[in-house]
T-cell receptor, first 111, second 114 residues
């Protein structure tokens, strides 16, 4: 099955710093999403981005489907950005009914 | 906007008991997914349903079963509970099957088996 790999696994930032999180996937996908899991366990949708680039405030994401990777950019990080960031990919060859998560990037932003 | 509703939010059960988790998808969403997330782990895909039929299956134990009803809500039934079943269980829904739309997750049910 598809492999979804995220890097780095852990990241500590000073408030105000920028960062780039990466997600590599081993097979063609028809769906790629980024989520933020807050300390209470809630999975918050950040981006639905099977291809191209999107921006939402201080966050932006780019997916290059032909090269099988996606990037999440966080600019001017804030302490409230802390948590786990997951990417999740839906393989093209499963009919879209199985979405697989990467292991996540654990981000801690220091004040 | 309506979101995915899961109930209960918290559940404590003893070993060998049974548990039923419920999921109410976003209106007009026809596809439901179930995930299990252990402590410090990523969500693991268990099973999915499209138009009330099982559409795919992941690492779901034989002790677990699930179904999607005519109103599109889904239930995950867990029997002979083990300590290792303690986890956060998520339900997600999307529209139009095929994976070409955005999936939304419920707030999860935190199951503790003692």
């Amino acid at each position: 099955g598809i492999q979804v790999e995220q890097s780095p696994p852990d990241l500590i930032l000073q408030e105000g710093a920028n960062s780039t999180l990466r997600c590599n996937f081993s097979d063609s996908v028809n769906n790629l999403q980024w989520f933020h899991q807050n300390p209470w366990g809630q999975l918050i949708n950040l981006f639905y981005i099977p291809s191209g680039t999107k921006q939402n405030g201080r966050l932006s994401a780019t997916t290059v489907a032909t090269e099988r990777y996606s990037l999440l950019y966080i600019s001017s990080s804030q302490t409230t950005d802390s948590g786990v960031y997951f990417c999740a990919a839906t393989p093209l060859n499963t009919g879209g009914f199985k979405t697989i998560f990467g292991a996540g990037t654990r981000l801690f932003v220091k004040a | 906007a309506a979101g995915v509703i899961q109930s209960p939010r918290h559940l404590i059960k003893e070993k060998r008991e049974t548990a039923t988790l419920k999921c109410y998808p976003i209106p007009r969403h026809d596809t439901v997914y179930w995930y299990q997330q252990g402590p410090g782990q990523d969500p693991q895909f268990l099973i999915s349903f499209y138009e009330k039929m099982q559409s795919d299956k992941g690492s779901i134990p034989d002790r677990f079963s699930a179904q999607q009803f005519s109103d599109y809500h889904s239930e995950l039934n867990m029997s002979s509970l083990e300590l290792g079943d303690s986890a956060l269980y998520f339900c997600a829904s999307r529209s139009e099957g095929g994976g070409n739309t955005e999936a939304f997750f419920g707030q999860g049910t935190r199951l503790t088996v003692v």
